[in-house]
């Protein structure tokens, strides 16, 4: 064999390994999912351009009363500022929130203001990733009416509640708010019971009568889900979305969506049911964290903590 000829057999081998090192890690996401499992019917990716300033969104809140607009906010160590922006990926403007502390905003949700007849924005300042915080504090703002752009704009907060939860601190990064304005809150990390074993996620609830009380509430633990967070890589609890109808719940973790169907009297999962799950791992988002149901009750919008991340729009099976 020639010189040249082995050059080229050389040249050939290392074109092969690196494809198939290639193609080992670009499947390496398809490659986990189990047999079994069931990803999303549909998906659609949206490219962003929202906002410079927007770098670390740890939710989306989809408004009711003006559709197409998603609202969104950084967490721990920016500003306390509401960012809007629409179904098309473009940013519709900000708002700083006045009076208000940005310690580490990782939770929202939409539910009625105190007056009623209207809208507010909950902003759960309720990540502790410790686990040490006494307590954790919520604000309500009336949610930002979109005009054509507003940049720099300021909101001021309508009511200001903190909170301890009735055993010890916990981290939180989910929330919904129910239809009379009791908040619910869902642990994100792993638990450990009596006997070491680690425990399902538990809720915490907030009646909104609550509203009206004065210095620090506590929050009653009421229920406990089906997710075992960190039993597996990715499955902390990053945030939850209630659909405006009220029928389904949303819980997601780092890799998969839990989809529950929801009691009306108590505002819970129903009891006993086994959640529909849907695996989403496979999508490699860049530190996906946020979800919020889609204006036709059915799909659900997916977003990130990296500055114009894509939107993922998804269609998964619901109970029921």
Request: proline share 6%; glycine share 8%.
């Amino acid at each position: 064999m020639t010189s040249r000829s082995g050059l080229k057999l050389f040249l050939l081998v290392l074109l092969a390994a690196t494809f198939v090192a290639f193609s080992t890690w670009f499947f390496r996401d398809a490659r986990k999912l189990d047999v079994g499992e069931a990803g999303p019917t549909s998906v659609l990716k949206i490219e962003t351009a929202i906002h410079k300033d927007l770098v670390e969104n740890s939710v989306a809140i989809t408004s009711v009363s003006q559709p197409g607009i998603i609202f969104g906010f950084n967490d721990s160590g920016n500003e306390p500022r509401i960012f809007a922006f629409d179904s098309s990926g473009r940013g519709r403007g900000n708002w700083k929130v006045v009076d208000a502390r940005n310690r580490d905003w990782e939770a929202g949700g939409l539910g009625p203001c105190r007056q009623g007849g209207s809208w507010c924005l909950y902003i759960g300042d309720v990540g502790d990733n410790e686990a040490r915080r006494p307590s954790v504090t919520v604000y309500r703002v009336k949610e930002p009416v979109i005009a054509d752009w507003t940049d720099a704009g300021a909101v001021e907060v309508a009511d200001t509640l903190n909170i301890r939860y009735s055993d010890h601190p916990h981290d939180v990064e989910a929330m919904y708010v129910g239809a009379d304005g009791s908040m619910f809150f869902i642990t994100k990390r792993r638990l450990l019971d009596d006997q070491q074993k680690p425990r399902p996620a538990l809720i915490f609830t907030v009646p909104s009568s609550f509203w009206d009380s004065s210095g620090t509430v506590m929050a009653k633990l009421v229920d406990s889900l089906p997710i075992v967070p960190g039993e597996r890589q990715g499955g902390q609890i990053s945030d939850a979305a209630l659909a405006s109808n009220g029928k389904h719940l949303a819980v997601r973790t780092y890799d998969d969506i839990y989809i529950f169907e929801m009691d009306s009297v108590t505002q819970l999962p129903k009891s006993g049911q086994v959640p529909v799950p849907c695996t989403i791992r496979h999508l490699r988002e860049d530190q996906g964290e946020g979800i919020a149901w889609w204006w036709d009750q059915r799909r659900l919008v997916l977003t990130s903590e990296r500055r114009n991340a894509p939107l993922y729009v998804i269609e998964c099976p619901t109970p029921g």
